[in-house]
C-alpha cells in the first residue's frame, strides 16, 4: 500500500501543527504542565519528588523534536513513528490513571483555557490520531507537486485543523455535562 | 489539469473549509449556551437532613486552618449559607460573583460559606480564581455527605439556630435568593409555597 504525497504531506503537515500548538501551550503554562505531570505520576504509581520538571521538559523536547522531524524534508517514517508512539505513551499513561480511579482535572493537552479533564473518550481520542499519524510512515509514491498538489495540501490541513478543534471543542464541553446533570 | 477542473476543486476545498468553520462555530456555540443555561427549578434533591430538622453541629476547617463551626445552636447569631460547589462545574463558575455578591448585601443576618471535596491543592487555586480569600472555603467529604449533595451548585440554608429551612440546587441567583424567600415564607422550597396556592 502506498500513499500518494499530497496525502503524506498533508498528514505530516497536520501533524506538526497538533504537536507545535501542544508544545506551545505547554511552554505558555509550563508551571501547570508541571502540576499535571506530577499528578499523571502519582497516578502511575511513580510519585518520585523533583520528577515533574525534568519531565515535562523531555516532553517539551520530545514535541519540538516531533515538530521538526516532521517540517524537515527526509523521510516521513521517523516522524510518523514518533507522534504515534508518543500519542499512544499519552493514551496509555491516562488508561493507568482512569483505571486506577484517580482524577486528572487537566489532561494538560487542551489548547483553551478550560481545564479538559481525563476520560476516556481522550483515550479514544489519542489513539485515532495515533492511527492517522502512524499512516504517514506508509510508502510515498513521489512525484513533482503542482500547484493544485500543493493547493491541496493546504485547503486539506486547514480543514483537518478546524474539524480537530471542533471535535476536541465537543469533548471538552461533554465532561462537564456529564459529571454535573 | 483543466482551468475549469482547478476551480472545481478550490471551489469544493472553500466549501468543505466552510462547513468545518460553521461546524467548530456550532460546537462552540453549543459549548456557551451549555454554560448559560442551567437546568430548570432550583430542586430540593437532597435525601439527608430534612428542611426543619437541626443539622448536626460539625466542627470543620477552613483550607486555610481555621476552625468552623456549622450547625447545631454554637453557630452564632448570623443564618449561615454554605454553597457546594467544585472547580470543574462551569455554573459553579458563573454562580460565584452572584454569591458573592449577596454575601456582601447581606451580611448583616447572612454568612456565607463555600464547600467543597476533592484535593485540596486544586481548591486552593480555584478560590484564588474566583476572588474567594474573603471567605471561609472548607474541604470536606463529610460535610457534602451530610447534606447528600449529588449535584452542584447546591445551597444549604441554616437559621440562627441551626435549623435547615431552605436548600436545594441553585443554578442561578434566583435560585439561591429563592432560598431566603423559602425562610421568610417558612416553606422548604418555593414549589411547596405555589403548590399552597
Known amino acids: 500500500m502506498q500513499l500518494d504525497i499530497t496525502l503524506a504531506d498533508t498528514l505530516r503537515t497536520a501533524i506538526a501543527l497538533l504537536f507545535s500548538t501542544g508544545v506551545t501551550h505547554k511552554l505558555w503554562n509550563i508551571s501547570e504542565f508541571q502540576q499535571t505531570v506530577g499528578q499523571y505520576m502519582r497516578g502511575l504509581g511513580a510519585p518520585l519528588p523533583g520528577i515533574e520538571r525534568p519531565l515535562s521538559l523531555a516532553v517539551v523536547v520530545l514535541e519540538i523534536a516531533i515538530v521538526a522531524a516532521c517540517l524537515l524534508p527526509g523521510d516521513g517514517r521517523i516522524a510518523a513513528v514518533l507522534a504515534s508512539g508518543t500519542l499512544l505513551l499519552y493514551a496509555l499513561a491516562m488508561t493507568i490513571n482512569l483505571l486506577r480511579d484517580n482524577d486528572l482535572p487537566d489532561c494538560g493537552c487542551n489548547w483553551g483555557k478550560q481545564p479538559q479533564p481525563v476520560e476516556s473518550a481522550l483515550v479514544i481520542r489519542n489513539g485515532v490520531l495515533a492511527l492517522i499519524a502512524i499512516a504517514a510512515a506508509l510508502p510515498v509514491t513521489h512525484r513533482e507537486l503542482s500547484i493544485m498538489d500543493i493547493a491541496s495540501i493546504i485547503f486539506a490541513t486547514i480543514a483537518a485543523v478546524l474539524l480537530y478543534a471542533a471535535a476536541n471543542h465537543a469533548l471538552v464541553f461533554a465532561g462537564p455535562a456529564r459529571r454535573n446533570y | ?197
Open chain 2, 1 to 197: 489539469m483543466s482551468p475549469a477542473l482547478m476551480a472545481v476543486l478550490i471551489l469544493q476545498w472553500i466549501v468543505i473549509i466552510g462547513l468545518a468553520a460553521v461546524l467548530l462555530a456550532l460546537v462552540r456555540q453549543v459549548g456557551i449556551l451549555h454554560q448559560r443555561i442551567a437546568p430548570a427549578g432550583a430542586l430540593m434533591i437532597s435525601e439527608g437532613v430534612k428542611v426543619g430538622d437541626p443539622a448536626p453541629n460539625m466542627a470543620l476547617r477552613t483550607i486555610d486552618g481555621k476552625d468552623i463551626s456549622i450547625g447545631g445552636p454554637s453557630a452564632g447569631p448570623l443564618c449561615t449559607l454554605v454553597m457546594f460547589v467544585a472547580p470543574d462545574c462551569p455554573i459553579c463558575a458563573k454562580l460565584i460573583p452572584a454569591v458573592t455578591a449577596i454575601a456582601r448585601q447581606e451580611a448583616s443576618w447572612l454568612r456565607v460559606l463555600f464547600a467543597s471535596d476533592g484535593k485540596s491543592a486544586d481548591h486552593a487555586k480555584f478560590r484564588l480564581e474566583k476572588g474567594l480569600r474573603d471567605f471561609p472555603y472548607i474541604v470536606s467529604t463529610e460535610l457534602g455527605l451530610t447534606f447528600h449533595v449529588a449535584k452542584l451548585p447546591y445551597g444549604v440554608l441554616l437559621d440562627e439556630h441551626g435549623v435547615l429551612v431552605s436548600q436545594g440546587l441553585t443554578n442561578n441567583r434566583e435560585h439561591v435568593e429563592s432560598l431566603f424567600e423559602a425562610k421568610r415564607l417558612k416553606v422548604a422550597t418555593l414549589q411547596e409555597y405555589l403548590a399552597l396556592g
